[in-house]
């Protein structure tokens, strides 16, 4: 066992590491905001270098870019004279937190949706103590998908940005559009499968949270806004243009033989399975919404019309069953025409009603 310290010698050593942290604190009070009495401006803006992938099914995006951030702190001015260089650089994870003693603001992702990865980080500071900040990010963040004409949908995707732990009293924060775009040259544009090339705004809002005591905490936050549209092309492709010619082919009962009511009724069936098939198949990527989309009116309608075929198929087995053939080859002929004018026309119409419905 190692030797126990004199009581006065204890007693003197903890004086000292007492003394060594006040004078530690007094010399480095850069803790908090830099003005105690008028909130901090904060600069912020946001480079949107990739968008790595969309989920209709969750209603998240996620997304890569640079977040900027500047500040005036008198607390850090140096004198170049006196230092011998005319910048600070704190460069890497480890020098941001382990050598900066400074205040920065610690922003957060709102609307993150289980991941916020920083990748890199760069802190620099000039001789009258402006600080500019820039982390390389890449985040998963949930945004509500507006789908009602869904596959000629146009979404919004937000990104919600706050300062932690500050209100507008003690931060405001600015938005700085020499720090926001969106990554784009001659060699490459931003582009994400099944989606036209994206546009990127920014603003600053202002709210009031909800606290159950009542009180008031205005804050600021930055937003920054992707607008980027479908492009239809898969989905029809893949969904739409199969589906119709399905429909298509089952209006050939309507040629065949009316005794042979098996083998229209196949066919009928057949079509109804497929159909049915498709609309599991896309229903999966999509979020369990309670409104009905432009493609799944067309799914709708098209397995009713085959449903309907199967009814004709009865109907005109009854008819030759009654001795009434001419009938039946009445109804045949007039299906013949009906149900694709009919068809057509409800595919269009609902279509558009759903398109165009607030």
């Not at 209709?56 to 500047?70: A, R, V, Y």
């Not at 989606?195 to 009180?215: A, N």
């Not at 205005?218 to 992707?226: C, H, I, R, S």
């Amino acid at each position: 066992m190692g030797k126990k310290l004199h009581p006065t010698t204890r007693i003197i050593f903890l004086l000292c590491l007492g003394l060594l942290s006040t004078v530690t604190l007094a010399g480095n009070n850069n803790s908090g905001p830099p003005d105690k009495e008028a909130p901090v401006e904060v600069n912020i803006g946001f480079f949107l270098s990739n968008i790595n992938g969309i989920s209709e099914e969750d209603e998240t995006f996620d997304f890569e870019g640079i977040l900027s951030m500047s500040w005036q702190d008198p607390r850090l001015a140096f004198d170049p004279d006196v230092t011998g260089y005319d910048e600070q650089f704190y460069q890497g994870t480890f020098q941001f937190n382990e050598v900066f003693s400074g205040w920065w603001p610690q922003v957060y992702l709102v609307n993150e949706a289980g991941r916020y990865d920083r990748q890199g980080v760069m802190l620099r500071i000039l001789p009258d103590g402006r600080v500019f900040y820039s982390e390389e990010i890449d985040a998963l963040a949930k945004s509500s998908m507006a789908l009602r004409r869904f596959p000629f949908d146009q979404q919004q995707f937000v990104a919600v940005f706050e300062v932690f732990g500050l209100d507008k009293a003690q931060v405001v924060l600015r938005a700085d559009a020499t720090e926001t775009g969106i990554w784009r040259n001659e060699n490459r544009e931003l582009t994400v499968p099944q989606w036209e090339p994206p546009e990127l705004t920014s603003r600053i809002t202002e709210y009031d949270p909800v606290f159950e005591d009542g009180h008031e905490e205005l804050v600021t936050a930055f937003v920054v806004q992707v607008d980027i549209k479908r492009d239809p092309w898969y989905m029809l492709r893949l969904v739409v243009l199969p589906v119709m010619i399905f429909v298509f082919l089952s209006w050939s009962v309507f040629w065949m033989d009316r005794s042979s009511v098996g083998d229209r009724m196949d066919i009928s069936f057949i079509g109804i399975l497929t159909v049915v098939a498709y609309q599991i198949m896309f229903s999966e990527n999509l979020p369990k919404i309670s409104y009905i989309t432009v493609l799944m009116s067309f799914m709708i309608i098209s397995f009713l019309t085959m449903c309907a075929s199967v009814y004709v198929n009865l109907r005109v087995a009854a008819y030759d069953k009654s001795g009434q053939s001419a009938l039946g080859d009445r109804m045949d002929q007039r299906c013949r025409y009906i149900f694709p004018l009919v068809y057509l026309s409800s595919v269009i119409l609902v279509g558009a009603i759903i398109y165009y419905m607030d």
